[in-house]
């Protein structure tokens, strides 16, 4: 089946919700689930097979520099020797496409803590690193 441009969705579309609250300063979001394999050789063959072994999942929240967000709700929880989990619900939405994408993160953790990041003449941005392990598929798209 041959696709139409028009219906490559389109970044402009996104948005996110942390813990239910929009963040209307992402500028990008990803996440991905690495899989695990174990090479295992295979008499008679040259190449290497490979063997499930599980997977991890890490991502990455791309803010602009707006407020301090990610400060008040992971600075003290850190301080008192805990790690926040929070939700992060990704939507991808553009009109033209075939429909909406939505995906639930259950358990992001995130990696970092940004305090400070700037520099003359540059517009603020900040990287937030994440892991988690469970997602939920809210919707999906389905080419027609």
Same mark, same amino acid.
């Not at 989990?85 to 358990?107: M, N, T």
């Given at each position: 089946?041959?696709? !139409?441009?028009? *219906? ?19 500028k ?8 695990? *394999? ?21 991502? !990455?929240?791309?803010?602009? *520099?707006?407020? !301090?967000?990610?400060? *008040? ?11 926040p989990?929070?939700?992060?619900? !990704? ?17 992001a ?16 941005e ?19």
């Open positions: 089946m041959a696709i !139409s441009g028009e *219906k490559i969705m389109n970044g402009t579309f996104g948005e996110v919700w942390l813990d239910g609250e929009y963040v209307g300063e992402c990008g979001l990803q996440a991905k689930v690495n899989i695990q *394999k174990e090479k295992i050789p295979i008499a008679g063959k040259y190449a290497d097979d490979t063997k499930f072994m599980g997977y991890d999942c890490t991502g !990455s929240l791309r803010l602009y *520099k707006t407020n !301090s967000r990610m400060i *008040k709700l992971i600075s003290a929880e850190i301080k008192a020797g805990r790690n989990r929070f939700q992060v619900l !990704s939507q991808l939405k553009d009109p033209a496409a075939y429909g909406a994408e939505r995906i639930l993160i259950k358990d953790s995130f990696d970092d803590l940004t305090l400070i990041d700037w520099e003359l003449r540059k517009n603020g900040i990287e937030c690193p994440f892991t988690f392990t469970e997602w939920e598929d809210k919707d999906l798209v389905t080419p027609q």
